[in-house]
């Protein structure tokens, strides 16, 4: 544990920013994920970019570590505070830099919700295309950290696709510009390299976000199933039928009745599983797939289907799923959410097993999933006043991650690594890539004081001593003052 105390730190920095009484301690101490508790040294709260950056030069000079935060939606215990250390904490950096409305782009600081920037381009006729369930509180700069998704990554992509370039300052308290205000760029992609690092590399202060026309219609359809099984092989019968929705998401029972409780959203009563499907675009191709996606779902098992009539039943379907997880509190005091993704062909056998997986360790498993493109987020129902339950639900998390493993996909398709999955890292990736991986982490923060304990297991690897120039150097995009 460092000895150093924060009082460099407060004299640095106007009054008010640094705060180490239990209160604010105890305020910080976790994240979505409410496994995992810990109280950080102090809270650090800067309203410019330039504290930021003096923040986290102090930071490396007297090697304290920190964490950088937003809303703290994360659901992985990626910003989980470290004992001997600081959270930066960004809410306050909430500003919209600039909309650029004729090329399409927003700069923005990474306190800004991600939901505050479609609602400030909607004069424009644009909108910013990744959209979490969180995306009325989750912020830009968390989507960055996890390269966030949401419902309608089947069609859209990640997050990652949609940033265009950013102003970075690095753990060691360099200066860094990556990518720039074009969707072309020359040289290594280093923006997509910091997109998804789990705030392992550094802190981006200004980003520059790509925004897409609004869509001129939408066709919502929900559908009903008596199987969990029928509703993932429906969604292979949409794709292989060459349609390509906007978003394609499944709910089965446990989370539907959830999403009853909470919203009183409609869906089909009976329903082991319903699958949402929404077409968007012009009018004239809308019509077309229309057509198109009723004829597929009439060859699959479906029982009932609801047609959208207007934006208020739209929204109202929307709700249901974008509920899920809050609403899912409503049937159990707690919950783990997993983020495993597995292919697309395999996904009506993927929800079987962890039917029979749920059943087996006797807890209740609800599950909610970006369907189109394999995404799992079964919720583990579980009561940790119970002794054993805990260790029980995370037992169970364990053997879906292993299926999404052997299945041939992966740990994590948007929550990130974090601290829950950690020791699963090197189960997906073989020694050389770990190797790779910490190499490529020692380049940004070689005394490993950003977001230190997470996405590797156990004890954080020695620092490694980059010979040469620094690899972002060679490529001319450093610059220091």
């Not at 505070?81 to 990474?110: C, K, W, Y």
């Not at 939901?115 to 381009?121: F, I, N, T, Y």
């Not at 062909?345 to 059943?359: C, D, Q, V, Y």
Request: a negative charge; charged letters at 20%.
């Amino acid at each position: 544990m460092t000895s150093v105390d924060l009082e460099g730190l407060a004299r640095r920095l106007p009054a008010g920013r640094v705060h180490e009484d239990p209160a604010w301690q105890a305020v910080f101490e976790s994240d979505g994920l409410t496994a995992f508790r810990q109280h950080p040294r102090g809270v650090v709260i800067p309203q410019s970019q330039q504290e930021v950056i003096d923040i986290v030069r102090w930071c490396h000079e007297v090697g304290m570590p920190f964490v950088a935060r937003g809303s703290g939606t994360s659901l992985s215990g990626g910003s989980l505070p470290v004992a001997d250390g600081i959270v930066i904490s960004l809410n306050r950096m909430r500003r919209i830099l600039q909309m650029d409305p004729d090329n399409r782009t927003a700069v923005v600081e990474p306190g800004v919700v991600n939901l505050e920037v479609s609602r400030q381009a909607a004069a424009h006729g644009l909108y910013f295309a990744p959209d979490p369930s969180s995306q009325k509180i989750c912020t830009i700069g968390g989507n960055i950290a996890f390269n966030s998704g949401g419902a309608h990554c089947l069609k859209y992509g990640m997050t990652s696709n949609h940033v265009l370039g950013m102003k970075v300052v690095t753990a060691s308290g360099e200066l860094v510009t990556l990518g720039g205000p074009s969707v072309e760029s020359v040289g290594p992609d280093y923006t997509g390299l910091f997109v998804g690092s789990e705030g392992l590399f550094g802190i981006a202060l200004e980003i520059t976000l790509r925004l897409l026309p609004k869509p001129e219609c939408f066709h919502t359809v929900l559908v009903g199933y008596r199987s969990l099984r029928a509703a993932g092989e429906a969604v292979s019968a949409v794709i292989d039928s060459g349609l390509l929705p906007g978003a394609m998401e499944i709910m089965e029972a446990l989370a539907i009745q959830a999403a009853e409780a909470a919203v009183d959203c409609g869906y089909p009563e009976g329903a082991a599983a319903v699958l949402i499907v929404e077409l968007e675009g012009p009018a004239e191709r809308i019509e077309s797939e229309r057509r198109q996606l009723e004829a597929v779902i009439e060859q699959t098992d479906a029982f009932a289907s609801v047609v959208a009539a207007d934006e208020v039943q739209r929204a109202a379907i929307w709700a249901g799923r974008k509920s899920a997880f809050s609403a899912v509190g409503k049937l159990s005091p707690d919950f783990l959410v997993q983020d495993g993704v597995v292919p697309r062909k395999r996904l009506g056998e993927a929800l079987e097993r962890i039917e029979a997986f749920g059943k087996e360790s006797g807890l209740r498993v609800a599950n909610v999933f970006h369907a189109g493109d394999g995404n799992l987020h079964p919720l583990i129902l579980f009561d940790d006043s119970k002794p054993g339950e805990l260790e029980r639900a995370e037992a169970l998390a364990g053997r879906i991650l292993r299926l999404c493993i052997e299945m041939g996909g992966s740990i994590t398709g948007e929550h990130g690594v974090g601290m829950e999955k950690r020791a699963y890292l090197p189960e997906m990736y073989d020694e050389p890539t770990m190797g790779l991986m910490h190499r490529l982490r020692a380049a940004f923060d070689p005394k490993q004081i950003s977001n230190p304990g997470k996405m590797f297991p156990g004890a954080e690897a020695p620092a490694l001593q980059s010979h040469g120039l620094h690899p972002l150097e060679k490529a001319g995009v450093i610059f220091r003052e």
